[in-house]
Nanobody, 121 residues
């Protein structure tokens, strides 16, 4: 089970930190990802982090602004979002998969319920 939290309303240029707590499986066996879906748009890859956290990957639209991290002792993955823009408004999902590589949301087999982020201009 994946439980995302930390979403909310923020002004453009502000920051938010999302968290995703995992339970029920061995957390360190999974690559963790953050994906988002804006109204009327397809689900989009945001970031991913490898099993131990030594590798990360980011979508082009968030590179340099967002940072993904994980704490395997706490079974939690984080997404620090800085310099937020109105186009970052979306529901953000954490997800898990066993293999590294690729940005296709369909490669993630386990999904949390999502947390909503709204960035006002």
């Amino acid at each position: 089970q994946l439980q995302a939290s930390g979403g909310g309303l923020v002004q453009a240029g502000g920051s938010l930190r999302l968290s995703c707590a995992a339970s029920g499986r061995t957390f360190s066996n999974y690559v963790m990802g953050w994906l988002r879906q804006a109204p009327g748009k397809e689900r989009e890859f945001v970031a991913a982090i490898s099993w131990s956290g030594d590798s990360t990957s980011y979508g082009d639209s968030v590179k340099g602004r967002f940072t993904v991290s994980r704490d395997n002792a706490k079974n939690t993955v984080y997404l620090q979002m800085n310099s937020l823009k109105p186009e970052d408004t979306a529901v953000y999902y954490c997800a898990a998969r066993t293999l590294w590589g690729g940005v296709d949301p369909l490669t993630y087999g386990y999904w949390g319920q999502g947390t909503e982020v709204t960035v006002s201009s």
